[in-house]
Every structure is written in C-alpha cells, then in structure tokens.
C-alpha cells in the first residue's frame, strides 16, 4: 500500500510539471494612456479568442524621506514624491527598518480614514494605522515601539485592469480602467497565464518594469464609436414629412387667409420634404378655393 502511495503522488507530481513550461516576455510596450502590448517568447501559444491571465500594472511611487516621529516612538512619518489621490488602492512595503506590508485605499477626502485590514500583532512590529496627513505625507503607527532609525519603505498604486486580450499566437493587450502617465515607470506582474491548450506557463521573471515614452497617446473611455456620433446626430436632427406638414399647417391656421398661398410658396423644397411641400400646397389650394367660393355665395 505504501508503494501505491508513493507511485500516485510520483505520477500526480509529474503531470502537475508536464502541463506547466517555463516562457519569457520579450517585450512590454504602452500604446497609449490606458493600453500596453505583451509579447511572449515564441514557443508560447496563446488561445486567440481569450487569454486565460492574471495581471497586475502597478506605479511606483517614489518615498522621498522616511523618519521616526520624535515625540511617538511608534510612528514613522513618509514624504511622498508624488500626490497621493483620493479613493485609490495602495500597497506599502517596509524594505529597511520595518518589514511589515499593508494594503490600504484612500476615501473620497484625503481627510477621511482610510480602509485597510490592520493585523492584531502584539509581538511583531505591525502596522495598526495608516493616516493621511495631505496628498503628499502619510503617517504609520506600529504595535510596538520601533528601535531602528533608518527606514525605507516602496508604495505602490494598482491600476485598474479592465480587460487581457489576446492579439496574435505569443501577443495580448491589457486594456486599463486607470490611466498610464508619460515619462513614468511601472510594474508589470503576471499571477498566473495559461496557453491555448489550458497549460500553465511559468514565466522566468513574475515582476517586470516597463516605462511610458515621452508622448503619450491620450484614450478616453468609448472613442472607438466617436466617429458614429455626428451622423447619429444628423439622423436624429431630420424631420420627417409627416412632422414637416404638421408644423406648416400650424403655421397657417395661425396665419391670416389672405397669406396662404404665401405661406406654402415660401417652404423649401428638398430631397427629403419635397412630397411634403407638394401636399401642403396642394391643401393651400384647395382651402383657398374653398373660401373663395364661400365668399362668391354668402
């Protein structure tokens, strides 16, 4: 029985490994704000009706200083290069100092508390607290006192991933929800990617960095129908011939008798109205008829 064992899990630990290749990304290209082209190594073979990936884009947010707070021995204050924005996920990680990582979204108000799954801790140096002070200074308190006195810390925002399309065989599109910015660097983190026959590809590098080019193309959510919208427009906008003799004979029951004829000579005669105006007239007429010989009696 023991030998059964050990055979099954022999044969269970080799096709775990025979459905699963190690590949490469050769190349991660941003197209414009909100797109970034993937290329594969070329043994890859992606399905060309969906990719089955797991991604993460990532911005790296440069901490310009790092300090204990002189009056807590707790906390540890960041300066931040760059402005913290409101209802955005974080992600900080203690490199030097602190080894304690914390995931953590900002409110609508830089002001208000932000949300964050705090860990109760009480042996370990955890955070327990995460305070905004302003768009450019965040400020933790940690569970117990902190003896180091040089800190390091990396903050990253996660962009939102909208969709992962595939483009050719070794080729797929992230499209974003979030913009990229020029002139700026990122991470590129693939979870999990499988190929067209469902087998798992383990890629040699799961973090990648990647920067935007100077100009960046700006992409605004629904512009691919853009050029659509002038003619829907202009659809919309047409009167119809029905429309066209109701509002004329408006006009000349508000008109005195006598303008009729001038009435109906003065509507534009188009394309599309022309049936229109050829039946307004022909009723200018036989109302003006009508009255005339009703004069002709009374």
């Known amino acids: 029985m023991k030998i059964l064992k050990t055979v099954c899990l022999t044969l269970l630990t080799y096709s775990m490994f025979a459905s699963a290749y190690s590949a490469k990304l050769e190349s991660i290209e941003a197209t414009d704000n909100k797109t970034i082209n993937v290329a594969t190594s070329t043994g890859v073979t992606l399905s060309t009706e969906q990719v089955n990936a797991e991604i993460k884009v990532l911005k790296d947010l440069p901490i310009s200083f790092a300090w204990?707070?002189?009056?807590?021995?707790?906390?540890?204050?960041?300066?931040?290069?760059?402005?913290?924005?409101?209802n955005t996920s974080y992600n900080l990680i203690g490199l030097i100092g602190s080894d304690s990582n914390i995931d953590f979204t900002t409110g609508e108000n830089l002001s208000d508390s932000v949300a964050a799954e705090y860990k109760s801790a009480l042996e370990t140096q955890e955070i327990v607290n995460v305070v905004v002070v302003d768009s450019r200074t965040i400020e933790l308190t940690f569970s117990q006192d902190l003896t180091e006195t040089d800190f390091e810390f990396k903050l990253l925002v996660e962009l939102a991933v909208e969709s992962v399309n595939p483009q050719t065989p070794n080729m797929f599109n992230v499209l974003?929800?979030?913009?990229?910015?020029?002139?700026?660097?990122?991470?590129?983190?693939?979870?999990?990617?499988?190929?067209?026959?469902?087998?798992?590809?383990?890629?040699?590098?799961?973090?990648?960095?990647?920067?935007?080019?100077?100009?960046?193309?700006?992409?605004?959510?629904?512009?691919?129908?853009?050029?659509?919208?002038?003619l829907e427009e202009m659809t919309l906008e047409t009167p119809s011939a029905e429309e066209v003799i109701e509002e004329e004979v408006e006009m000349l029951a508000a008109e005195d008798t006598g303008n009729?004829?001038?009435?109906?000579?003065?509507?534009?005669?188009?394309?599309?109205?022309?049936?229109?105006?050829?039946?307004?007239?022909?009723?200018t007429f036989l109302l003006t008829s009508f009255l005339f010989i009703r004069k002709k009696v009374s």
Request: aromatic fraction near 4%.
């Open 68 to 86: 204990a707070d002189l009056e807590d021995p707790k906390k540890v204050v960041l300066d931040i290069s760059e402005e913290i924005t409101p």
């Open 176 to 230: 974003l929800s979030d913009s990229l910015q020029a002139q700026s660097s990122y991470i590129f983190m693939v979870l999990s990617l499988e190929d067209a026959e469902n087998n798992t590809v383990l890629l040699d590098e799961d973090l990648n960095d990647f920067v935007t080019p100077d100009i960046l193309e700006q992409k605004s959510v629904g512009e691919e129908n853009s050029e659509l919208a002038p």
């Open 260 to 283: 009729l004829v001038e009435v109906a000579e003065s509507v534009n005669e188009t394309p599309e109205t022309w049936a229109a105006t050829n039946v307004l007239i022909l009723l």
